[in-house]
């Protein structure tokens, strides 16, 4: 068995991302990659296993490739890297592209499954005693062209009069893991997601659903009366939701006086509607900065002794988290820009996404605790730390990968690595 250890100092051999290795060292030390072996796809397999191309897609993520274009570049050189996942070198993109192009429905359902399986024995938030929240919400990815499967018209925030899909998610805000996605043509409501998106949710958090610890955060697009009425069906689960007619709302608000509402924020105000069941009705006024006023529903099963008014708007506003990992997650891992025309093949990188998103929380989370890297953020790792080289250096043992402490960042990163902990960390080299 050969080992990668790390360390800081002077060295001139074959260069490395010193990021890259790092997160793959870590993923093999816990064996985040051994359910891939198994999965099953028609292909011929001559150079590389169907194992070894969809390892290099998760790489591809992970160092922040922008297309299957920027494989030839990123990962012609990483041949340290390439060795620890039992491969001389790493695939080009042209097989990449035959890879998603040869997805279907059933490689979707493995994905999903590989997901849930190394959810639930790596996760943050399931191992968690506290209260776990989980935001729901749909995102669009345009795709304008006539040759994109299954692409239709819908709704994309500012952009009008475009082809694309939808994409729904259940995101753990506070520990930032994925916890399930959903694909689908432009212009499917997000509403018809919320059974998978629940189903998918409550499949790893029974515990916390038992001890009413589990609590789902919603949007409007959620926030219709039948919708409702299924989440309180649902026992032990604490819920959020915008409600969904704004009109329904300002009818509400016109006799409401406006000294009896509570400021809650700068251009904000609450106040609690009477209610005789068990859902609170939190009415939101909003000044918007042309001077008018916006009324919006919160309802909620959170008993008021739990949180008031003012705190259930500030706790619903943290859905933010759901919003902000969209918007990262098309920019740095860049899911804007579809891989493949293929609609299984969209939907099967997106789930790569999700598990190469967690794994890289996971190692942040566990090998750069206590150090000032523990709180920084995907962008910043894989686009700043991961452009970090180092040096590697053959040894007896295995490989010593020498990172030169030239920058701030990469003495931070050379000093978190380095630690005895990380030394222990093994890979197994592809046979001669």
């Keep these: 068995m050969n080992r990668v250890t790390f360390s800081k100092g002077d060295c001139k051999e074959q260069t490395t991302s010193a990021w890259l290795a790092a997160v793959l060292t870590f993923a093999n030390d816990i064996g985040l990659f051994k359910p891939f072996k198994g999965f099953t796809l028609k292909m011929k397999e001559v150079h590389y296993s169907v194992y070894q191309k969809l390892l290099t897609v998760i790489v591809s993520i992970i160092i922040g490739c922008e297309s299957t274009k920027d494989i030839n570049e990123k990962l012609s050189g990483e041949k340290l890297s390439a060795n620890m996942l039992e491969m001389e070198r790493f695939p ?37 005693p506290d209260a776990v929240v989980v935001d729901f919400d749909q995102s669009g990815l345009i795709a304008n062209g006539k040759t994109y499967e299954f692409a239709d018209k819908g709704y994309f925030p500012k952009k009008k009069n475009q082809c694309g899909y939808q994409l729904s998610a259940a995101f753990a805000g506070k520990h930032k893991e994925t916890i399930g996605l959903f694909l689908d043509p432009g212009n499917n409501h997000c509403q018809n997601r919320l059974d998978d998106l629940i189903d998918s949710t409550l499949s790893k958090f029974k515990e916390h659903l038992k001890s009413g610890k589990l609590i789902v955060r919603a949007d409007s697009g959620y926030g219709a009366s039948d919708n ?130 967690n794994l890289v929380i996971w190692f942040r989370t566990i090998m750069l605790k206590g150090s000032k890297l523990e709180h920084a953020g995907v962008r910043a790792l894989v686009r700043k730390v991961g452009s970090i080289r180092a040096f590697v250096e053959k040894t007896p043992e295995g490989f010593h990968v020498i990172i030169q402490p030239i920058s701030k960042l990469a003495k931070i990163l050379a000093e978190a690595l380095s630690r005895p902990k990380y030394i222990q960390l093994c890979f197994q080299l592809p046979p001669n």
């Design 228 to 357: 409702i009425e299924k989440l309180k069906s649902i026992p032990g689960l604490k819920f959020v939701v915008k409600g969904y007619s704004t009109i329904k709302a300002k009818n509400l608000a016109a006799n409401i006086p406006y000294e009896d509402y509570i400021q809650a924020d700068k251009a904000a105000w609450v106040y609690e509607l009477q209610s005789d069941g068990c859902l609170r009705v939190i009415l939101v006024q909003i000044l918007q900065r042309s001077g008018a006023l916006t009324y919006t529903t919160l309802i909620t099963n959170i008993s008021s002794k739990s949180m008031s008014a003012v705190e259930l708007f500030h706790f619903y506003n943290g859905r933010q988290t759901i919003e902000a990992f969209f918007k990262m997650a098309k920019n740095v891992y860049s899911i804007k820009n579809l891989r493949t025309r293929k609609f299984y093949g969209i939907y099967a990188f997106l789930w790569l996404v999700f598990v190469a998103h």
């Design 92 to 128: 080009d993109q042209s097989q990449i592209n035959i890879l998603l192009n040869r997805m279907d429905d059933n490689a979707v359902i493995q994905f999903k499954d590989i997901h849930h399986n190394l959810f639930m024995k790596h996760s943050l938030s399931v191992n968690s």
